[in-house]
């Protein structure tokens, strides 16, 4: 987090998601503690917002550097959308059941998302649903697409 502009706005860089997301909460949390948020809109891929009690610029730079989280029950994905941390380390299997590797990580690249499964070799994929077929969290399971050259 960092300051934006005199009135005490601060500037939230989106480590997963795109900064939109973050303008449906009303509320964050910050070292344990609920923040308000009295207003959130997206700059250059960011999320600018004036939280409670803090009301200029002096209170915001306070703030410089703070990470700020979300309560999950407070986000209402789409269907078929999970939270990375939920298929992280999940198993990534093909169409026919063929065990490829564990999800290793998920790169943020600008047309899509891309898997990164580590096994007997890496196989990156596009988090695209030609490619990623199903991702179930509760069954630690992610079901892909190949093709030739993947």
């Known amino acids: 987090m960092n300051t934006h502009g005199v009135r005490g706005e601060v500037r939230i860089q989106p480590w997963a998601d795109e900064a939109a997301f973050l303008t449906r909460f009303r509320r964050f949390y910050m070292d ?22 803090v009301d200029d610029v002096n209170a915001a ?5 703070k990470v700020l989280f979300i ?8 269907a078929g959308t999970v939270f990375l941390q939920d298929i992280l380390g999940a198993r990534v299997v093909d169409e026919a059941g063929t065990e490829l590797g564990i999800l290793d990580d998920v790169m943020a690249e600008p047309a899509a998302s891309v898997l990164v499964v580590k096994g007997e070799r890496e196989i990156l994929i596009p988090d695209v649903p030609a490619f990623v077929l199903k991702k179930d969290p509760d069954a630690g399971l992610v079901t892909v697409r190949l093709i030739d050259g993947m």
């Open 61 to 65: 730079m306070v703030l410089k550097g």
């Open 71 to 78: 309560d999950r029950d407070d986000a209402h994905l789409p």
């Open 32 to 53: 344990g503690r609920p923040v308000g948020v009295r207003s959130c809109r997206v700059h250059k891929d960011m999320c600018v917002a004036a939280l409670e009690g």
